[in-house]
């Protein structure tokens, strides 16, 4: 029977990381001890970051790096800029990244970084000062052969051309692989931009293709229109989905008959929000999650399915975009009802593995075109579900807790060849 206790609704996105990872770790029959040393970060840095305002005053910020595991590679992974940014959220998405890596076998780690800040609140020469202090901060802690960031929640690719030019005046030389998610003209791939959505596009064609369903016309719900959530809707949309429901921070909009997601971006592009757009009803954040779909993508922040409304859930496939979205005790409700859940650390990869290819490039100083890019992206994402299928079927689990059996076996692999340096 499925865990219904509620704590879950409180539980912090590290305790559900190591939750997963615990439940996990159980199936494998491995060395305690070991299993220690791959659930612990390795490091995590906090920095104070004393910034100039517009106004003339001085305000501190908190910023935060996390590095979990190197084994593998450079640590990996984005930066946040969100007032809930803190050392658990940051160590779990640290965490996260690691497992994500190793999922789709690129030679990387998994690190997490983020400041505490609310973005919407400061003009745009404080964001590039606090992202340079923070970024000088930590020159001795980021490289390519180190930790590489990237993109995360509310930080772009203006923002990792500050990191790369702050990391290169202090290097003094241009450093383009310090970060990936760059602008084109700095450095950065082609295709990268869309790639987290990309791949939970593949994802959801492959899940579809399990499962039986005809994508063309299939219902479709995106919870979140930031980076990942637009695209992901655009993408399904030109395949033919029917996206019936999308929302952002302000609010959502359903449509039955579908929504048409072209005019939507347009409308986004110059509204900066879904709300009042013509042609869809407005739905709360709460109903959109309860509609009956094929296929639900949160493509936002974590723990937005929690055991309260699991039950409540009516997709048949629940397509992790966003980092965490899924509590344990919701996985067990929605495995217990037939639900598909394909986990973050698959679902959601796209987005690290063109980062690879975009340090790859760097590195080679040899660009691919957007056709290539994509190509690859799709082997390895196609690849990975399939492979994470395999142990799911093999040991009659979750699509999550074959994903991690997966990754924790690589990592571990890994490990036992390096040998631990004691
Ligand atoms: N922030 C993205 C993630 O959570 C991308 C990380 C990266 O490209 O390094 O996967």
């Known amino acids: 029977m499925p865990t219904r206790q509620s704590d879950d609704i409180k539980l912090s996105a590290l305790e559900n990381a190591m939750r997963q990872f615990d439940e996990a770790a159980e199936v494998l029959n491995v060395d305690k001890m ?31 790096r996390v590095q979990h595991n190197i084994a593998r590679g450079p640590a990996k992974g984005g930066i946040r800029f969100h007032q809930d940014v803190n050392l658990d959220e940051v160590s779990a998405l640290a965490a996260w990244m690691t497992w994500k890596c190793a999922v789709v076998g690129i030679p990387f780690g998994g690190g997490k970084g983020g400041i505490a800040c609310d973005p919407s609140k400061l003009s745009k020469s404080e964001l590039e000062r606090l992202t340079r202090r923070y970024t000088a901060d930590l020159t001795d802690v980021i490289g390519p052969e180190i930790d590489v960031p990237a993109p995360d929640v509310n930080t772009d690719s203006q923002t990792m051309a500050w990191i790369m030019d702050t990391f290169s005046m202090h290097a003094r030389h241009t450093v383009t692989s310090v970060v990936t998610g760059k602008p084109i003209e700095l450095g950065g791939s ?23 369903i005809e994508l063309k016309g299939a219902r479709c719900v995106v919870q979140g229109f930031g980076n990942v959530g637009s695209v992901t809707a655009d993408l399904l949309y030109r395949d033919g989905a029917r996206i019936i429901a999308v929302c952002d921070v302000h609010g959502g909009l359903y449509n039955p008959e579908g929504i048409d997601i072209f005019g939507l971006l347009e409308y986004v592009a110059k509204n900066r929000k879904v709300v009042g757009f ?32 699991a039950d409540d859930i ?45 340090w790859v490039q760097d590195r080679m100083g040899y660009f691919w075109t957007e056709e290539e890019v994509n190509k690859r992206l799709e082997i390895i994402l196609v690849k ?6 395999k142990v799911s079927l093999e040991y009659n689990c979750n ?6 059996l997966l990754a924790i076996k690589r990592v571990l692999e890994v490990t036992m060849l390096r040998g631990v340096y004691a």
Do not use: W
């Not at 920095?47 to 908190?62: A, E």
């Not at 082609?190 to 039986?212: D, H, I, M, P, S």
């Open 399 to 404: 699509m999550r807790i074959a994903a991690f």
């Open 384 to 389: 990975a579900f399939n492979d994470v299928l």
């Open 314 to 358: 009516k997709a048949v496939i629940v397509a992790e975009g966003a980092n965490g979205p899924t509590t344990t005790n919701a996985d067990k409700i929605l495995q217990s009802r037939g639900i598909m859940v394909i986990p973050d650390i698959l679902c959601n990869s796209g987005g690290v593995t063109v980062s690879y290819f975009e």
């Open 34 to 64: 070991m299993l220690e040393i791959l659930k612990q970060p390795r490091r995590a840095v906090i920095v104070k970051l004393p910034i100039l305002m517009d106004n003339g005053d001085f305000q501190v910020f908190t910023g935060y």
């Open 278 to 309: 013509e042609g869809a009803q407005p739905i709360t954040h709460d109903e959109i999650l309860k509609l009956e779909c094929e296929v639900l993508v949160p493509a936002a922040l974590e723990n937005v399915i929690t055991s309260k409304n």
């Open 190 to 212: 082609l295709g990268r931009r869309e790639a987290t959505g990309r791949g939970v596009l593949f994802a959801v064609r492959e899940a579809c293709q399990y499962k039986n």
